[in-house]
Protein backbone atom coordinates (compact mmCIF):
# COMPACT_ATOMS: atom_id res chain seq x y z
CA UNK A 1 0.00 0.00 0.00
CA UNK A 2 3.43 2.57 0.49
CA UNK A 3 3.18 2.58 -3.38
CA UNK A 4 0.63 5.26 -3.21
CA UNK A 5 3.87 7.48 -3.06
CA UNK A 6 3.20 7.51 -6.59
CA UNK A 7 -0.15 9.46 -6.37
CA UNK A 8 2.89 12.27 -5.77
CA UNK A 9 3.79 12.14 -9.46
CA UNK A 10 0.09 11.59 -11.05
CA UNK A 11 -2.46 13.79 -9.05
CA UNK A 12 -3.28 17.04 -11.03
CA UNK A 13 -1.87 19.96 -9.49
CA UNK A 14 -5.45 21.59 -8.69
CA UNK A 15 -6.15 18.69 -6.11
CA UNK A 16 -3.41 18.94 -4.27
CA UNK A 17 -3.05 23.05 -3.54
CA UNK A 18 -7.11 22.85 -2.75
CA UNK A 19 -8.68 25.16 -5.28
CA UNK A 20 -12.08 25.41 -5.93
CA UNK A 21 -14.66 28.00 -7.96
CA UNK A 22 -17.46 26.90 -6.78
CA UNK A 23 -19.62 29.55 -5.40
CA UNK A 24 -21.42 29.39 -1.74
CA UNK A 25 -24.02 31.63 -1.33
CA UNK A 26 -23.36 33.79 0.97
CA UNK A 27 -20.36 34.60 3.41
CA UNK A 28 -21.29 34.42 7.06
CA UNK A 29 -18.47 35.68 9.95
CA UNK A 30 -15.60 33.44 10.02
CA UNK A 31 -13.74 31.92 13.29
CA UNK A 32 -10.24 29.97 13.60
CA UNK A 33 -10.59 26.49 13.91
CA UNK A 34 -8.25 25.71 16.88
CA UNK A 35 -5.84 23.18 14.90
CA UNK A 36 -5.89 24.87 11.50
CA UNK A 37 -4.41 27.88 10.15
CA UNK A 38 -7.23 28.15 7.94
CA UNK A 39 -10.32 30.48 8.53
CA UNK A 40 -14.54 28.07 8.48
CA UNK A 41 -17.38 29.74 8.05
CA UNK A 42 -19.64 29.61 10.59
CA UNK A 43 -23.23 29.51 10.68
CA UNK A 44 -23.29 31.13 14.57
CA UNK A 45 -20.61 33.13 16.31
CA UNK A 46 -17.56 31.94 17.67
CA UNK A 47 -16.01 33.66 20.27
CA UNK A 48 -12.18 33.04 20.55
CA UNK A 49 -10.57 32.66 23.87
CA UNK A 50 -7.13 33.08 24.27
CA UNK A 51 -6.40 29.56 24.01
CA UNK A 52 -7.39 29.83 20.52
CA UNK A 53 -5.37 32.96 19.23
CA UNK A 54 -2.57 31.32 20.88
CA UNK A 55 -2.97 27.78 19.41
CA UNK A 56 0.29 26.93 17.49
CA UNK A 57 -1.32 25.69 14.32
CA UNK A 58 -2.10 29.48 13.92
CA UNK A 59 1.39 30.88 14.68
CA UNK A 60 -0.31 33.20 17.50
CA UNK A 61 -2.60 35.15 15.18
CA UNK A 62 -6.34 34.26 14.93
CA UNK A 63 -7.57 34.57 11.28
CA UNK A 64 -10.61 36.27 11.03
CA UNK A 65 -11.62 36.26 7.61
CA UNK A 66 -10.12 34.69 3.94
CA UNK A 67 -7.05 35.80 2.60
CA UNK A 68 -6.94 38.65 0.65
CA UNK A 69 -7.87 37.04 -3.43
CA UNK A 70 -8.38 33.80 -1.96
CA UNK A 71 -12.18 32.34 -2.88
CA UNK A 72 -13.65 30.63 -0.26
CA UNK A 73 -13.93 26.73 -0.45
CA UNK A 74 -16.92 25.17 -2.36
CA UNK A 75 -19.80 22.89 0.40
CA UNK A 76 -17.86 20.00 -1.51
CA UNK A 77 -14.61 21.20 -1.43
CA UNK A 78 -12.21 18.29 0.70
CA UNK A 79 -8.81 19.86 1.05
CA UNK A 80 -9.22 23.78 2.07
CA UNK A 81 -5.77 26.10 1.38
CA UNK A 82 -4.52 28.21 4.54
CA UNK A 83 -6.50 31.45 4.54
CA UNK A 84 -8.95 29.64 2.83
CA UNK A 85 -12.83 30.31 4.03
CA UNK A 86 -14.57 26.98 3.91
CA UNK A 87 -18.75 27.28 4.52
CA UNK A 88 -20.17 25.32 7.20
CA UNK A 89 -21.15 21.31 5.93
CA UNK A 90 -24.79 19.64 6.60
CA UNK A 91 -25.02 16.12 6.97
CA UNK A 92 -26.53 16.06 3.30
CA UNK A 93 -22.87 17.95 2.17
CA UNK A 94 -20.91 15.39 3.53
CA UNK A 95 -22.63 12.63 2.01
CA UNK A 96 -22.31 14.01 -1.70
CA UNK A 97 -18.53 14.62 -0.78
CA UNK A 98 -17.85 11.51 0.32
CA UNK A 99 -19.41 9.86 -3.05
CA UNK A 100 -17.10 12.62 -4.68
CA UNK A 101 -13.89 11.88 -3.37
CA UNK A 102 -14.93 7.81 -3.78
CA UNK A 103 -14.85 8.02 -7.57
CA UNK A 104 -12.10 10.83 -7.99
CA UNK A 105 -9.11 10.87 -10.14
CA UNK A 106 -6.88 10.41 -7.12
CA UNK A 107 -8.52 7.50 -5.69
CA UNK A 108 -8.61 5.75 -9.04
CA UNK A 109 -4.99 6.52 -9.10
CA UNK A 110 -5.28 4.76 -5.14
CA UNK A 111 -6.66 1.70 -6.63
CA UNK A 112 -4.00 0.90 -9.22
CA UNK A 113 -0.98 1.57 -7.18
CA UNK A 114 -2.58 -0.55 -4.38
CA UNK A 115 -3.77 -3.40 -7.05
CA UNK A 116 -0.44 -3.25 -8.86
CA UNK A 117 1.80 -3.27 -5.46
CA UNK A 118 -0.15 -6.17 -4.04
CA UNK A 119 0.32 -8.25 -7.81
CA UNK A 120 4.48 -7.73 -7.42
CA UNK A 121 3.95 -9.20 -4.02
CA UNK A 122 1.43 -11.33 -4.52
CA UNK A 123 0.21 -10.32 -1.11
CA UNK A 124 -3.50 -10.34 0.23
CA UNK A 125 -5.70 -10.31 -1.72
CA UNK A 126 -4.43 -13.48 -3.11
CA UNK A 127 -6.20 -14.30 -6.42
CA UNK A 128 -2.88 -14.78 -8.43
CA UNK A 129 -0.18 -13.13 -10.39
CA UNK A 130 -1.92 -13.19 -14.17
CA UNK A 131 -3.55 -10.70 -15.86
CA UNK A 132 -7.33 -11.95 -14.76
CA UNK A 133 -5.43 -11.83 -11.24
CA UNK A 134 -4.35 -7.99 -11.35
CA UNK A 135 -8.25 -7.33 -12.68
CA UNK A 136 -9.65 -8.92 -9.42
CA UNK A 137 -7.42 -7.01 -7.32
CA UNK A 138 -8.30 -3.80 -9.35
CA UNK A 139 -12.24 -4.28 -8.33
CA UNK A 140 -11.03 -5.14 -5.08
CA UNK A 141 -8.89 -2.03 -4.16
CA UNK A 142 -11.74 0.02 -5.61
CA UNK A 143 -14.48 -1.67 -3.92
CA UNK A 144 -11.86 -1.43 -0.56
CA UNK A 145 -11.48 2.29 -1.67
CA UNK A 146 -15.19 3.44 -2.24
CA UNK A 147 -16.35 1.98 1.14
CA UNK A 148 -13.63 3.54 2.92
CA UNK A 149 -14.79 6.77 1.87
CA UNK A 150 -18.46 6.67 1.75
CA UNK A 151 -18.35 5.23 5.40
CA UNK A 152 -15.97 7.69 6.33
CA UNK A 153 -17.27 10.66 5.30
CA UNK A 154 -20.77 10.42 4.14
CA UNK A 155 -22.05 8.07 7.04
CA UNK A 156 -19.92 8.54 10.14
CA UNK A 157 -18.57 12.13 9.76
CA UNK A 158 -22.26 13.26 9.94
CA UNK A 159 -22.95 10.96 12.88
CA UNK A 160 -20.17 12.31 14.95
CA UNK A 161 -20.51 15.38 13.74
CA UNK A 162 -17.01 15.68 12.92
CA UNK A 163 -15.84 17.96 9.92
CA UNK A 164 -14.22 15.63 6.94
CA UNK A 165 -12.72 17.95 5.48
CA UNK A 166 -8.36 18.89 5.11
CA UNK A 167 -7.31 22.04 6.63
CA UNK A 168 -3.76 22.86 4.94
CA UNK A 169 -1.16 24.27 7.16
CA UNK A 170 0.92 25.54 4.31
CA UNK A 171 4.46 26.65 3.79
CA UNK A 172 4.26 29.49 6.80
CA UNK A 173 4.75 26.27 9.07
CA UNK A 174 8.10 24.19 9.51
CA UNK A 175 8.23 21.24 7.52
CA UNK A 176 8.19 18.70 10.63
CA UNK A 177 5.18 20.20 11.97
CA UNK A 178 3.32 20.02 8.85
CA UNK A 179 4.79 16.36 8.56
CA UNK A 180 3.34 15.30 11.99
CA UNK A 181 -0.04 17.18 11.73
CA UNK A 182 -0.63 15.44 7.89
CA UNK A 183 0.41 12.24 8.80
CA UNK A 184 -2.03 12.02 12.32
CA UNK A 185 -5.07 13.31 10.48
CA UNK A 186 -6.33 10.11 9.81
CA UNK A 187 -6.80 9.43 13.86
CA UNK A 188 -6.99 12.92 14.97
CA UNK A 189 -10.24 14.48 13.74
CA UNK A 190 -12.37 17.63 14.81
CA UNK A 191 -15.84 18.26 15.34
CA UNK A 192 -18.19 20.66 12.93
CA UNK A 193 -17.28 23.32 15.79
CA UNK A 194 -13.21 22.95 15.62
CA UNK A 195 -12.58 21.05 18.40
CA UNK A 196 -10.25 18.22 18.60
CA UNK A 197 -11.53 14.80 19.20
CA UNK A 198 -10.31 11.08 17.68
CA UNK A 199 -11.15 11.12 13.98
CA UNK A 200 -14.29 8.46 15.10
CA UNK A 201 -15.22 8.72 11.13
CA UNK A 202 -11.84 7.74 9.40
CA UNK A 203 -11.02 5.02 11.82
CA UNK A 204 -14.64 3.01 11.79
CA UNK A 205 -14.80 3.94 8.31
CA UNK A 206 -11.96 2.02 7.60
CA UNK A 207 -12.43 -0.50 9.96
CA UNK A 208 -15.83 -1.47 8.32
CA UNK A 209 -14.12 -1.27 4.29
CA UNK A 210 -12.00 -3.99 5.85
CA UNK A 211 -14.36 -5.89 7.41
CA UNK A 212 -17.05 -5.77 4.35
CA UNK A 213 -13.56 -6.69 2.13
CA UNK A 214 -14.20 -10.21 3.78
CA UNK A 215 -17.16 -10.76 1.76
CA UNK A 216 -15.21 -10.92 -1.53
CA UNK A 217 -11.45 -11.67 -0.95
CA UNK A 218 -10.71 -14.79 -1.49
CA UNK A 219 -11.54 -17.91 1.11
CA UNK A 220 -7.70 -18.36 2.59
CA UNK A 221 -7.99 -14.28 3.28
CA UNK A 222 -10.99 -14.41 4.92
CA UNK A 223 -9.70 -14.24 8.56
CA UNK A 224 -9.22 -11.69 11.43
CA UNK A 225 -5.05 -10.46 10.60
CA UNK A 226 -6.56 -10.02 7.31
CA UNK A 227 -9.32 -7.85 8.28
CA UNK A 228 -6.67 -5.80 11.12
CA UNK A 229 -4.15 -5.63 8.27
CA UNK A 230 -6.50 -4.07 5.83
CA UNK A 231 -7.70 -1.89 8.49
CA UNK A 232 -4.35 -0.63 9.23
CA UNK A 233 -3.15 -0.19 5.34
CA UNK A 234 -6.22 1.77 5.18
CA UNK A 235 -5.74 4.06 7.82
CA UNK A 236 -1.84 4.22 6.66
CA UNK A 237 -3.21 4.73 3.29
CA UNK A 238 -5.05 7.82 3.99
CA UNK A 239 -1.83 9.47 6.23
CA UNK A 240 0.01 9.50 2.75
CA UNK A 241 -2.76 10.91 1.13
CA UNK A 242 -3.38 13.69 3.83
CA UNK A 243 0.81 14.57 3.31
CA UNK A 244 0.19 15.09 -0.14
CA UNK A 245 -2.32 17.17 0.68
CA UNK A 246 -0.19 18.83 2.17
CA UNK A 247 2.93 18.86 -0.18
CA UNK A 248 1.68 17.72 -3.19
CA UNK A 249 1.40 21.05 -4.91
CA UNK A 250 5.01 22.27 -4.05
CA UNK A 251 6.54 18.61 -5.07
CA UNK A 252 4.66 19.46 -8.19
CA UNK A 253 6.23 22.59 -8.71
CA UNK A 254 9.72 21.66 -7.75
CA UNK A 255 9.49 19.04 -10.47
CA UNK A 256 7.86 21.45 -12.87
CA UNK A 257 5.19 19.86 -13.91
CA UNK A 258 2.93 22.71 -12.87
CA UNK A 259 3.11 26.39 -13.29
CA UNK A 260 3.61 28.10 -9.47
CA UNK A 261 0.51 30.13 -8.69
CA UNK A 262 0.45 33.38 -9.12
Known sequence: MFVAALLLLSCPAQYALGNSTEPIASEPSAATLPDSPGAVASSSRVDLTSADINSPAV?????????????????????????????????????????????????????????????LIDSAPHYGTNGEAFAQRLGAAAANGVSKEIFSDSIF?????????????????????????????????????????????????????????????????????????SWATNIGGSSLGYLFSEFGGEIIQMLKLSKPQK
Open 59 to 119: DGQAVASAAPGLKPAGRYTKLIAPGQAAPPQTAGDKFILGVREAFSPFSMVAWVSSAGWSQ
Open 157 to 229: APVFHQDPRYYKLGKGHKFINRAIYAGTRPIIGRTDSGKDIPNYAMILGSGAAAGIAQTYYPERDRNVTTVMT
